[in-house]
Each structure stands twice: as C-alpha cells, then as structure tokens.
C-alpha cells in the first residue's frame, strides 16, 4: 500500500500568498487544503487554491514546446518539438528580425503570471538588458503603475509601496477595492474577510468608497457609492477639509516631509460643497468621513485598482499617501507602513536619485517611458505603425494582452503582421497561438516557491519557501530566459544558460562582500559559492535565493549570525516564518534627493491644477459608464479552464440597475449590445441594484470564444471580452495606465423587445 506525503507551499494564483498543505499518492495531488499551522495565513483558503493541483493536471496545459506551421493563427497546425529544436527556431526568427531591422524592432510584453514565479521575477530582467530594446510593455500599465509612480515621486523609490497595517487599524477607508472577492491587491493579506471582521470586533470602523456594492461593502460599517472616477476629487476634498480646519498631524514625518504648504495651497479649490454634486457623495458626508479619520486612534486609506484604471490614477494614489501623512497615519503601526523582506537589506541613507518618468518617449504617440516601460495601450499602434522601430518581433511571458489590455481587437489583429513571435507560457491560448514557438514553463508544483514580490507588500512582515514537489518535462523558467537572452546576446553567448545563473550568483556574492561594514569582507567568493551550492538539489535560483536571503534584512551572513536566516532554515519550517508586525522604516527606506518625503512634486502640484479643470466642466448624469468587476473564482483569464472555478451561474453577465433596465427596455437574462467609442459586445443582462443609476458592470478576463485556442473548458463558457470596449486612447497621463472604469457605453436589446 502507497503511503501519503504532505508538502507544504505558498498559493501562488493570487497576491494573498495563502499556505497550502498537499496531500500526495502515487505521484498525484489527492488533496488540497489549507494549512492550519502556516504562520501568516493560519488555515485560510479560497476556492483558487483548493483547485491548483486541477491547474497541474490540466491536459490542455502544454508539457513541451510547440511549433505553428502555418501563416493563419485560426487555422494553422503546430508541432511538438524538443527543447534545442524549439529555440534553434526562435534564435533564426529572432536573429532575423535584428539582422533586417535592428534591436528596437523587437518588444516584449510581461505578464501578470510573471510576478508570481522566483525564476521569472529574477531573470526577466536579464531577458530585459539583453534584449536592449525600448520597446517593453506589461500588466502594470493595466492595472497598477500609478502607485508606482505615486510611490516614486513621493518616495523616491517606485517599489516602496504603503500598505495597510490592517491588523492594528482603528479605522480602515477602502476606495476602489473589494478584498472580499479579490483576496488583496498590492496588500497582501491572507484572509481579508477575517481580518476586517476582527477590526470591526475590537471596535474600529470600515468605510467603503466604491460605486458598486461589492461584498467588502456589505461587510462594512458604511458604503458611499460614488460616481466612477471620481476618486480623486474626493480625496482631495478630504484634503481640503483637513487644511481648512487645521486638523493636519503629520505624526512622525514633520521633520522629514516637504511640500505641505504646497499642498494645501493646490487643494484650496477642492471643497466639498464643490466636489459633491461630481462624485454622488453629498458634502456634509465629505466633511465627516474626514474628520473621522483625523480622529481615530489609528487610521489607514487604502485605495486600489478602481481609484487608478481611471483618468487620474496617479493623483488618486498619490492621495491616498497624502492623506495618510497628514493625519499621523503615514509609517506608523495602525497605519500605511512599509513592509520589508528577508531578501533586501533594509538598509539605506534615507536619500538617492529619486524618481524620473519620460526619459525617453515611445515613437508612434510620444508617451512617456514609466520604469522602463511605455504603455500597453499603444503597443497595437507601435506593431502597425511603418518607420524606424516599428515592432516587429515579439517576446511575451505569461499574460494574455490580446484579452487584456484595451482595445484588444485591434491588437489581434495587429499581431498578425509580427514576423516572429515567441510565447513563455502553458497554454495554447488568445494570445499565443500569434506565437511561431511557445515554451511552456513548469507548473507551480514543479519548481521551488517563493512569493519574492508580494511578502514586500504583505501586512505582516513573514516570508516562506519550498522545494519543488515533482519533476517536470519543461526546463524550469531562469533556464527558459537564460537561454533567450543568449540568443539576445548573439551567436557568440552559446546556449547555456549557467553561465548566466554563475554571473548573477558570482556577482550577488562579490556585492555581498563589498557592501559597507560587510562581515564577509574577509571572504572569497569561491568559498561562498562552495557554501551555497553544497545542496545538489537545488537549482541555480535557489542559490541566489540563499544568497540574499542569507545577506538580507535577518540573514545569517554565513555564519556570522548564529541566528540568521538561509534556505536551510526556511526548509526547516515548512510553514513559513513570522518576521513580526510592520515597524517604521522612514527616513532610511527614502530614495529622494532631498532625503525628505516629496509630498509636493511639481508634477503632482500641475496634476491637481489640471483636476481642478474639470469642476468647470459640465456634468454628464444622463449616458451610461461601464466600471469592470472580479470574482472570487477568477483571476483574469487564466482561472477559466478548471471545470470547478467556472461551473454554475453564468458569470460573465452585465450589471444593470433596475431603473436603466425599464428605462432602456433590457431583459434580466436576455442579451444586450454594449457599445463604446472603439468596440461592442454582447452579453446577458442581470438586473440588480448591486450597481447605481447610470452604471453597468462587466467582469474581466474572458472572452475566450477565439479560433486557435486550445481550452476546451473556457471555450465552453467564453463570456465576452470586455477589453474590446476599452478606448486606448482614454490613458491617466502620469503613468500611462489605461482607464478601464467608467467608459461611456451605450446598452441596447440584442434584439427587440415586444
């Protein structure tokens, strides 16, 4: 008889990082369920994660790499090849393309899956500098770029983002946010549900700002709807509030913050009485909720992907930070604080370069470069558009932009006219079937686990590892993009990639000895390398893993203290490890060059004039405006081919209160033409106060009715793709992020109603 194994891992199919405990016989998961012991997520589970080993075992998920023969995507055949043949094709495509154009016709989009994964957190930069192209795009313009850039400009440092210490909060005022369904975002938190319930039981309050009801809403002690978009004059007006009747306390940041007479200067026009009839939030509500939250003990906003998919993302999320600061709340416990990993220093001289954007400019509509990228939303026009740098090869990891991003016809399209495309990715899918080669990457349960990018923004400061649970056919994903950037690099590199995995290790070693006060100043790189390859079984990127584990914030420097962390003890508490409760980190995690909190940018100083604009502007209450929505089953398109995340009521609906629905003659259950500026759809309609008056919602992610793909559960329940109704054009100026709330549509019956 088979005895049953038990590992224990991170999920990785969200940003809350849950612990899982994998029951395994025969060479198979039998059983997936939380893991009671894990010291951040203490048992909590969504249905996601109870179904990973589903994603592991999906027979439509690829297990080698693929050829297509065949021009046309929709109908075209592919080949299952070996790995050396696969990347003999990409290297000809690849060469190809540079030898006849050049380096800046290749572009490469990253997507969301990307940052899930250590293999390519680490070594998509390296695929990045070896490619030494501009063109470089990714989710983060669809999605999250302008807290980036929010961060950046007050910080100096585009990754040292604020998160919600919601643990220790009096008081917590969510905006464009719905933790109940999505688990967090750039806020990582197992369990939000049981976190805000223990907020609300020792007696602090939470407020919901969003223009739908979401289930966070119904779990809150209030719930303001509010006209989509218009999250940054209602900030702005709490601002206000609190300048105008000088309640401003900007607990310890005084002696380390710029810019605050600025500030209130530049909210001045803001007033409530002003800001109300815009945002559907009446004044003396304005008024309170921010005398409110100057008057808790403890206090947090937090505002997510509904406050920045909008025109002004970049002000609103600068904002939330502004408001934060001002109210004492800024980098102290029950507030917005700063996590910090095992794996950074944690050291600095609280000043740097700071942040820049518009370095240089994308060609076809001259925006801005954002942390090395432009946005998404003009990567169909950088395809199509002929002259110098016109893209004419792709790279894509992970993500499926052509459902993704906006105006995603226009980019199928446009991916037609690529002469070489090469996909890192499982599926066969929207996207990648433009691809002429896919390389499938492993599954979760084939390489080790390390959440390197959401514990630096979880609530708690903790951190956990595991080895890989089984084999894989698939070359693991640093081995993947090690051998692409060799082919970037030229036929000179060679096809191996441990020459790089020896570089980036001989060189995280060599950092190591050379940093100030290092108490490995006496030591050889070859002897610590000795040290961190002693394990065979682990693979290169656990050995630059260990590396800067061991030389991070409670690293063990090799032995010189006694008590440090490695790998080794992260293999020895397979549950994880409680680093303990946010503490401050201001004035040293600063990166500005005035060493200060920026509050006061010139560029968010012209920002809030150029809001200020629009309270001259008419007031539209009449057209309809399409906001986007997540379930607690999805998470973007690639949760649709499990049969357990997808089965039941039909999910891809539109959202339409019952007042719009007898007014424009719509049908609970029957199907309505949704139309915008660049696209239509069509969609079953669900009645339902849920959403206000002139709103509608649509759910994102699907639409996977497309010939050429292979995803025989998805393409059962296609949904539609909400994208296709996305203007490219609508982007918020600062970070290049595309306004995927309130696009003004028109609904029509799919057919007449008698």
């Not at 197992?190 to 289930?215: F, S, Y």
């Not at 502004?322 to 709340?329: H, I, K, R």
């Not at 105006?407 to 990648?432: G, K, Q, W």
């Not at 502007?617 to 998470?635: A, E, F, K, M, Y």
Request: glycine share 8%.
């Amino acid at each position: 008889m088979t005895s049953d194994t038990t590992h224990y891992r991170t999920c990785p199919l969200c940003e809350a990082t849950c612990g899982l405990e994998l029951t395994v016989r025969d060479g198979a998961v039998l059983r997936v369920r939380g893991d009671r012991d894990n010291t951040f997520s203490k048992g909590f589970i969504c249905p996601k994660g109870s179904v990973l080993h589903k994603l592991h075992a999906d027979p439509d998920r690829l297990r080698a790499p693929i050829v297509r023969r065949g021009e046309d995507p929709e109908t075209a055949t592919w080949e299952e090849v070996s790995w050396d043949e696969a990347f003999a094709v990409v290297a000809d495509g690849i060469q190809g393309v540079i030898d006849r154009h050049g380096r800046y016709a290749v572009g490469a989009y990253f997507g969301n899956p990307s940052v899930h994964s250590l293999g390519t957190v680490i070594y998509n930069r390296v695929l990045i500098q070896a490619m030494a192209s501009p063109q470089m795009y990714s989710a983060s313009t669809v999605d999250q770029m302008p807290k980036h850039v929010s961060s950046g400009l007050m910080f100096g440092n585009p990754i040292l983002i604020a998160v919600p210490d919601i643990d220790r909060t009096d008081h917590l005022l969510i905006l464009g946010a719905n933790p109940y369904e999505s688990n967090g975002s750039l806020a990582t938190a197992p369990d939000w549900p049981g976190r805000m319930k223990a907020i609300r039981e020792r007696g602090g309050k939470i407020v919901v700002v969003d223009p739908r009801h979401t289930k966070t809403a119904a779990n809150a002690d209030e719930w303001h709807s509010i006209r989509p978009g218009g999250d940054a004059l209602l900030l702005c007006a709490m601002l206000h509030v609190l300048f105008a009747e000088d309640l401003i306390d900007a607990g310890r940041a005084p002696g380390m913050t710029t810019g605050l007479r600025e500030i209130a200067d530049a909210v001045e026009p803001f007033a409530p009485s002003v800001v109300a009839p815009r945002i559907g939030i009446d004044a003396d509500t304005i008024t309170r909720m921010a005398r409110e939250l100057a008057a808790a003990p403890t206090a947090v906003v937090y505002g997510r992907i509904g406050t920045q998919t909008v025109g002004f993302g970049t002000l609103a999320a600068w904002a939330v930070d502004a408001l934060n600061l001002v109210t004492g709340n800024l980098d102290s416990p029950g507030g917005a604080m700063f996590p910090l990993t095992p794996h950074e220093s944690g050291r600095g001289k609280g000043r740097g370069r700071g942040f820049r954007i518009g370095r240089r400019h994308s060609r076809v509509r001259n925006y801005p470069e954002v942390r090395s990228e432009y946005p998404v939303a003009g990567l169909a026009e950088e395809i199509t558009t002929p002259g110098d740098g016109q893209i004419r090869a792709m790279v894509t990891v992970g993500g499926n932009p052509v459902l993704s991003t906006p105006h995603s016809a226009r980019l199928d399209v446009a991916m037609r006219e690529l002469e070489f495309m090469v996909s890192v990715d499982p599926y066969l899918n929207e996207t990648t079937r433009h691809a002429n080669v896919i390389l499938p990457p492993p599954t979760a349960l084939e390489r080790s686990e390390y959440q390197m990018a959401f514990i630096g923004l979880a609530v708690r400061n903790f951190a956990q590892w595991a080895p890989p649970m089984f084999d894989s056919d698939c070359l693991q994903e640093h081995e993947i993009l090690g051998r692409l950037s060799l082919i970037f690099t030229g036929p000179d590199a060679g096809n191996d990639p441990a020459v790089i995995d020896a570089m980036l290790l001989d060189g995280a070693l060599q950092s190591a000895i050379d940093s100030t006060d290092s108490p490995l100043a006496d030591r050889s790189v070859d002897e610590l390398r000795a040290i961190v390859r002693t394990n065979p079984s682990r693979t290169a990127i656990d050995h630059i893993l260990d590396v800067m584990i061991r030389t991070g914030s409670s690293g063990d420097w090799f032995g010189a203290v006694p008590d440090g962390l490695s790998l080794d003890v992260f293999e020895q508490n397979p549950h994880g490890i409680d680093l303990g409760a946010l503490q401050p980190r201001l004035p040293e995690a600063l990166r500005t060059e005035s060493g200060t909190i920026e509050l006061a940018p010139q560029i968010i100083v012209d920002e809030l004039a150029r809001l200020a604009t629009t309270l001259k502007t008419p007031i539209d209450t009449d057209g309809l405006v399409l906001i986007s929505r997540r379930h607690l089953q999805s998470n973007n398109s690639w949760m649709h081919n499990v049969e357990a995340l997808v089965k039941g009521k039909v999910r891809c609906t539109l959202l339409v209160h019952p007042t719009d629905a007898a007014r424009l003659s719509l049908v609970d259950g029957s199907d309505a033409v949704i139309a915008s500026r660049v696209g239509s759809v069509t969609a079953p309609i669900e009645v339902t106060d849920e959403v206000p008056v002139g709103v509608v919602s649509l759910p994102h992610g699907w639409g996977h009715d497309m010939a050429g793909t292979v995803s025989q559960i998805a393409s059962r329940r296609p949904g539609v793709n909400s994208n296709l109704l996305t203007d490219p054009e609508l982007l918020d100026p600062l970070s290049g992020n595309a306004v995927l709330n309130g696009i003004p549509v028109t609904v029509v019956p799919a057919s007449p109603q008698f």
